[in-house]
């Protein structure tokens, strides 16, 4: 089954949002070239608020599997964008939520 899991976190820093955004669609756009299971990787921000919001489809049999698989690629996806301190979203919270499962 194909589930779209959307999840939200909050970012900090001086830097430019909008780079920092591509630096992380970036990493999901690479992530999803090397995993079969993953993709429709998306990444939005609002700007204002420094809250980005990062969505992919995952192929998988549970929902549960979906939220945990869809945390796993958002945390490795922001480790990647790392790789340029300057871009990369600097995460206020160590959690990222969840927002939305849907059927995709």
Do not use: Y
């Amino acid at each position: 089954m194909k589930i779209r899991v959307t999840s939200q976190f909050k970012v900090e820093g001086n830097g430019d949002l909008e780079s920092r955004v591509e630096a992380l669609m970036a990493a999901l756009v690479d992530l999803e070239k090397s995993n079969s299971d993953i993709r429709e990787s998306d990444v939005s921000a609002v700007l204002s608020d420094q809250l980005v919001n990062i969505a992919i489809v995952i192929t998988t049999d549970s929902w549960e599997d979906a939220e945990t698989r869809a945390s796993e690629v958002f945390h490795r996806a922001i480790e990647l964008a790392e790789g340029d301190p300057r871009r990369a979203p600097h995460v206020i919270e160590d959690d990222i939520r969840s927002t939305e499962l849907i059927p995709a």
